[in-house]
């Protein structure tokens, strides 16, 4: 069967007797995507076919692909041809749905899960850039946010039809001076078709993180060519007057991917995910969730070792230091009734062997009162004492001489009992500020 590159497949067709097409799923520059069922292992894949044209650049693609292991990229499975040449890929079938799909609907993504994404992307960057591919054409249609559970969804990047080695020991199949990507997320140096390394997929997804956080992309245009020119001439607009909801430390990292020269931005994807990493550690306001009103999982990060040891190492330290302030403490409150004791304001009865206090005058002239006289009451107001009555005039006697009669006692304050007097100098060295121990 020979097909062109923009031929597609009807369902029911098999390819190589054992791929049965059941729909399509896209198409792009370079070819179509289908679901498909393997016939014998009874599962179900995605097949990427391409045209004769380019099918040095699919044997790339599928070559790059299959060589890439880890959770955030697409298994590849195998590669084939068609009879008239046209070659195809089987991979992993993803469901879920793409980035760009997402930002339709929501426009802007919570800081916290824009972050989680990113990470996962920068896994997979870093995974690529250590077997010498640079991926060229990062941008939210190649992020595919894979929902297999309840789970927050799982991001992996896709099609790698554009990747390119960037190291001397990888075969280019890029023709010099050949431009390649999508304008709004190509690189200064793509614009300008220098030479390119992992920095210029940096750039791209500060690009996409840009446009997760404002809504927006950073550069714009009414053609690709005045994108291009924005690109390579206008700074970033500022993140923090677009959207001052995001952190500036995020607003930071964004600046720095964004800068225009290569050796201005982050060395490697796994300088750009410790970053990443620091900033989500240290954001407890970083709430999660979605514009569109739905709840999404929690970015918790995991403690490391190295965090895990320092909290170890606090706590060692921290624990004498407290027993010492503990025993500081009780040895005060031991020797506090000998300090007292020895203060000026201490009275003789809290000194052992002392005589006991003298009475005071006003208990000294109580006790001279006669015994008729009456006692005081409780009650405050009748703790006064009567005022004398005048005396009367003296009568005469019979024979002249004045009766001398008997004056009524004057009645005084009732002696005061001892502890009544305790209490009254115990509250008496309280507001002259000594406090003492009370006697047990």
Known sequence: MTLGAQQSLLPGTVLSQKYRIDGELGAGGFGRVYAARHLELERDVAIKLGSAAVGARFVREAI???KLQGPHTVRVFDVDRLAGGAPFIVMELLRGRSLRQHLQDVQRVPVAQALSWTLQACEALDEAHGLGLVHRDVKPSNLFLVHDSDAAPLLKLVDFGLAKPWRADVDDLTARGLLLGSPAYMSPEQVRSGAL???????SLG???????SGMQPFRGDTSAAILASIAADPPPALAEIAPEVPNAVTQIVERCLRKAPHERYSSAREL????????AGGTGLAVGSHDGT???SVVPA????RRARRRLGVVLAAPLLLGALSVVLLLLRLRPAFESKSPGASSRDVPGSS???TPPSAATNARTPPSAPAATSDPSSSISARPTRPEPLPASSNGRAVVRATPPIARPAAKSASSSR??????GQQGGIFREPDF
């Open 64 to 66: 790059c692909a299959a």
């Open 197 to 203: 390394d992992p920095r210029t997929d940096l750039w």
């Open 207 to 213: 690009v996409v993180l840009f446009e997760m956080l």
């Open 273 to 280: 995910a410790d970053a990443l990493r620091a900033v989500v």
């Open 295 to 297: 709840t999404m999982q």
């Open 303 to 306: 403690e490391t070792p190295s």
């Open 356 to 358: 006991p206090p003298s």
């Open 423 to 428: 209490n009254a100098n115990a509250a008496l």
